[in-house]
């Protein structure tokens, strides 16, 4: 009982004493933001990157020295020229354009470029928010230059392929496969990972990682290092990347591999890994009219089956195969029939469906008809979702 009194006379002189301190003053403006954490990133590859990039590196031992040197400034200067004039004249155009009429480019869905090569630039500015992007193309894929083994000539050579790699991008906003490769073979850029890398740096990026992938026989893909003495069946590359500040870590994936429908029975991890890719945005841009025939029907069914949307113009898959009671589908531009390059092509019935007037332009050049400005594009997006939709990490 004493002890009960004693325990109510310890509570009452508390509150007593609590009541007694003075009232904190209350906080009526905003909370205080909260820090953003900031990715740390590879500044050696980020520095070697932004040297083929034209832009001037961090201050260190290893590339500190290119930004005083008279030719690598040239290079820059004609690499910033380029950039500005195809931010003007058409990524800006390309930017406003996908806000109006793109859902979801902000979304972190999976970006899905086949025949896309090493054209990271585009699928960026159609989709800046894709958590990652796999690109597929022919080209090998190659490494980044060993700046700090080389001497000024060799970063002027390096950087002059570099530059030359770019004709067809600066003149018809596509790369053309054959030109590509050779110039790849015939150059210091020995694979598509310096010109992605380049296009990221240039997208005001920084580099996170950079990492050889490779598919396993489960057609899982794998880092390369561990997959020493293992069989691999197709390889490739993987950067990852950031802005200066946030939170938010993409990627890009780029794979050498063939994927028509002989080289997806060839390569049944290949098929298994395309197969398994989860719901995904697509792009297609001068797909050469590949999924127009039978040669490539499997990677046309993967595309049709993993899409919540596809972005194309009319290279990419014949419109006779969107089922209209599958897709919605919006077009836009102008269509004309291909030239002699692909003159087996006629699609008479994209042509029909291009007599509606009410078919708004399209406001920049992109894809073949760059010359003519004949530009189409199509936009289909799936009336009911029948695969899951989450992030590709």
């Known amino acids: 009982m004493q002890f009960l009194r004693l325990f109510l006379l310890l509570v009452f002189i508390s509150g007593s004493l609590l009541s007694c301190r003075p009232k904190q003053p ?83 869905t999976l970006l899905f ?4 090569g090493p054209d990271f630039l585009n699928a960026n500015i159609f989709y800046p928010s894709a958590s990652v992007y796999l690109l597929i193309g022919l080209e090998p894929p190659g490494m980044l230059p060993q700046v700090c083994n080389m001497q000024a000539t060799g970063i002027v050579e390096y950087t002059a392929d570099i530059w030359n790699s770019l004709s067809d991008l600066f003149l018809r906003s596509y790369f053309i496969t054959g030109h590509m490769i050779d110039a790849l073979k015939k150059s210091e850029v020995n ?18 990682s950079v990492n050889d992938v490779a598919l396993d026989s489960a057609g899982v893909l794998q880092y390369a290092d561990s997959m020493k003495n293992r069989k691999i069946f197709s390889h490739g590359v993987r950067i990852d990347f ?18 028509s429908d002989k080289g997806l029975a060839d390569n049944p991890p290949l098929n298994k890994y395309l197969s398994s890719i989860p719901a995904c945005h697509t792009y297609l841009k001068a797909a050469s009219y590949l999924m127009h025939g039978r040669d490539f029907s499997g990677i046309r069914n993967i595309i049709l089956d993993k899409s919540i949307s596809v972005l194309q113009d009319d290279s990419g898959i014949a419109y006779r195969f969107f089922d209209k009671n599958t897709w919605d589908i919006k077009l836009f531009g102008k269509y004309s029939r291909p030239g002699k390059e692909f003159s087996w092509i006629n ?13 708004n332009p399209v406001p920049f050049t992109l894809g073949y008809n760059w010359r003519t400005r004949a530009i189409n594009l199509l936009y289909a997006t799936k009336k009911k979702l029948q695969i899951p939709l989450y992030n590709y990490n």
């Not at 909370?31 to 201050?59: A, C, F, M, Q, W």
């Not at 470029?113 to 896309?116: E, L």
Request: glycine residues 8%; contains cysteine.
């Open 242 to 259: 950031a802005r200066d500040t946030g939170k938010f870590l993409q990627s890009v994936v780029y794979l050498k591999a063939d994927i």
């Open 347 to 359: 699609e008479t019935d994209l042509a029909e469906a291009y007599r509606d007037t009410s078919i």
């Open 191 to 208: 694979g598509t990972l310096p010109v992605i890398a380049m296009f990221v740096k240039r997208r005001g990026y920084r580099i996170v």
């Open 26 to 108: 209350v906080v009526t403006g905003p909370h205080p933001e909260k820090e953003i954490y900031r990715i740390p990133y590879d500044t050696l590859k980020d520095d070697i990157v932004s040297v083929i990039s034209g832009i001037i590196p961090g201050k260190n031992k290893c590339a500190g020295w290119v930004d005083s040197f008279p030719a690598w400034q040239k290079f820059a200067a004609k690499m910033d020229s380029g950039f500005t004039y195809l931010d003007t004249s058409r990524f800006v155009k390309m930017e406003k354009w996908a806000d109006a009429e793109i859902d979801g480019r902000h979304d972190s």
């Open 113 to 116: 470029y086949p025949f896309g």
